[in-house]
T-cell receptor, first 115, second 113 residues
């Protein structure tokens, strides 16, 4: 069965550079979530989209932005990277919104290292 | 505000013995509870969920969890542990108003041969 695809799997950037992370949800899933997992930390919710509109926003820095495109894939854009942005970034997808009995399926993550 | 707590950073168990990974929750409405497992350098894999219904939920890989409303707990259990079960386990609650998952701090399960 198709799973959530994230690219790239690994990314190394310098401070103050920009990075773009991509997420391709499971086919027919219309909702995408982004989470950030720092070293030894639990995943923290960043932002989510439903039907190409932002549905919820968490602890996402102003330097980050994201969007969901017409094909439902999503991109997380990160600018002015800081050392503290080094983390594993997960994308998850589901079908439907809150109130539905749908679990989120996670991708393998993108490991971002900022030097 | 929704939250979950995992009181143990690590659980050690011998292969073949039963295992329990603890989770307690705090919710303002209906609890939507989940367990995920994370293997090294891998993503989060869904194990099971509690939405409503039977308090004993059966999930993947022989895992099950018991929802206990009076104790506000949702402990993960398996009757007979395998070495391959060694991983990081996260309990999570879905926010009552949105879809976002709020994770516990994780419990590292180590199963010894």
């Amino acid at each position: 069965a198709a799973g959530v695809i994230q690219s790239p799997r690994h990314l190394i950037k310098e401070k103050r550079e920009t990075a773009t992370l991509k997420c391709y949800p499971i086919p027919r899933h219309d909702t995408v979530y982004w989470y950030q997992q720092g070293p030894g930390q639990d995943p923290q919710f960043l932002i989510s989209f439903y039907e190409k509109m932002q549905s919820d926003k968490g602890s996402i820095p102003d330097r980050f932005s994201a969007q969901q495109f017409s094909d439902y894939h999503s991109e997380l854009n990160m600018s002015s990277l800081e050392l503290g942005d080094s983390a594993l970034y997960f994308c998850a997808s589901s079908s439907g919104l809150a109130g539905d009995n749908n679990e989120q399926f996670f991708g393998p993550g993108t490991r971002l290292t900022v030097l | 505000a929704q939250s979950v707590a995992q009181p143990e950073d690590q659980v050690n168990v011998a292969e073949g013995n039963p295992l329990t990974v603890k989770c307690t929750y705090s919710v303002s409405g209906n609890p939507y509870l989940f367990w995920y497992v994370q293997y090294p350098n891998r993503g989060l894999q869904f194990l099971l969920k509690y939405i409503t219904g039977d308090n004993l939920v059966k999930g993947s890989y022989g895992f099950e969890a018991e929802f206990n409303k009076s104790q506000t707990s949702f402990h993960l259990k398996k009757p007979s542990a395998l070495v391959s079960d060694s991983a990081l386990y996260f309990c999570a609650v879905r926010d009552d108003n949105t879809d976002k998952l709020i994770f516990g701090t994780g419990t590292r399960l180590q199963v010894f041969p």
